[in-house]
């Protein structure tokens, strides 16, 4: 019974307990699907280092590139950062998110993907 009770324990500690390391960045953007021309909202939540430098956002079509980027003092930095993409048209967009370090390495790289529909778009 003793055995049994602890491998219960280990495995509810292997499933409560976090798997791998902190995610650093992470990537939001809203609304995930919009009418041209769209405004995009881009919130990342970075994750304070000391080694972080910068973060570079990119909302990118087939027809279209916008980036912006900020720079970052290191551990403290803000947690977030909100940026809005405005008069984008219609076309399907990877949006990212890329945390650099020292001497532009890149610590860590997140993406998400939205919709821009045209006018035409919205009957098909």
């Known amino acids: 019974m003793t055995l049994r009770v602890a491998g219960v324990l280990s495995l509810l500690l292997i499933v409560v307990s976090p798997v791998g ?6 990537l939001k953007v809203t609304p995930s699907v919009a009418f041209a ?6 919130r990342t939540t970075i994750e304070p280092d000391a080694q972080n430098r910068a973060v570079e956002i990119v909302a990118e079509s087939s027809d279209f590139y916008r980036s912006s980027e900020f720079e970052l003092e290191g551990d403290r930095s803000p947690r977030t950062a909100t940026l ?10 990877e949006v990212s998110a890329t945390l650099m370090g020292p001497g532009s390495t890149v610590r860590a790289r997140t993406k998400q993907e939205v919709d821009v529909m045209g006018n035409g778009d919205a009957g098909n």
């Open 21 to 26: 390391a902190v995610q650093r960045l992470t």
């Open 37 to 42: 021309p769209a405004t995009l909202v881009v």
């Open 84 to 93: 809005e993409f405005h008069g984008l048209p219609p076309g399907t967009y």
